[in-house]
């Protein structure tokens, strides 16, 4: 399977572990699924959710579609809620977070991009049409700067507890890549 993918779950896994066994769990975006039978196959959730805007062909796991705009689920649906490189393929991903962060219940964990630069964001556009055309996945070219979208967890009661930056996604002739790359854990306050 994709290396870069296994590094990215090589720096889930202990994220996962602090977070201990939980019941239900959102893979937000789930794409073909190879994340979602991760963790299931980890024996860490009772129940995962995979939703997704796109129907694949060959999925892993099979998602439940919705519109992109508001998840089918009850507010706090979910102890744990996760997204790997899709907040930033959102029209909206401020309303894309507060929709997923309403259904997250304890934790949100989050893997994706962030740039300070002009030269930063457009080298993440580059990238990510590189990684995405050939699946036919729309790039809105969103990617956070800096930490902006640490307001919207604020606002919707959440602290950070973990952050990986940069992290270490990309090896060999890539490698200058990972200062774009993080991953947090964030947890519900009170």
């Known amino acids: 399977m994709n290396p870069y993918r296994r590094r990215v779950w090589s720096m889930f896994q202990p994220l ?3 977070i201990g066994q939980v019941d239900r769990t959102l893979d937000y975006g789930s794409g073909d699924g190879w994340f979602a039978h991760q963790v299931q196959s980890s ?8 939703v997704e805007v796109l129907k694949r062909d060959q999925v892993l796991v099979e998602p439940v579609l919705f519109d992109g705009v508001r998840l089918p689920f009850p507010d706090r649906a979910f102890d744990l809620a996760y997204a790997v490189d899709v907040i930033h393929h959102c029209p909206d991903p401020t309303a894309s977070l507060r929709d997923l962060l309403r259904v997250t219940g304890t934790y949100f964990l989050l893997k994706d991009h962030t740039w300070n630069t002009t030269a930063g964001k457009c ?11 050939r699946f036919g996945v729309p790039c809105a070219y969103k990617h956070q700067r800096g930490w902006e979208w640490d307001a919207t967890f604020k606002a919707e009661g959440f602290e ?3 952050l990986i930056h940069p992290a270490r996604c990309h090896v060999g002739g890539m490698w200058w890549v990972n ?7 964030w947890r519900r306050a009170g």
């Open 16 to 18: 996962l572990d602090r």
């Open 43 to 50: 024996g860490r959730v009772k129940e995962l959710v995979p």
């Open 123 to 133: 080298l993440l556009a580059v990238l990510d049409e590189l990684g995405n055309r």
């Open 160 to 162: 950070r507890v973990e």
């Open 179 to 185: 200062r774009f790359e993080f991953i947090a854990l």
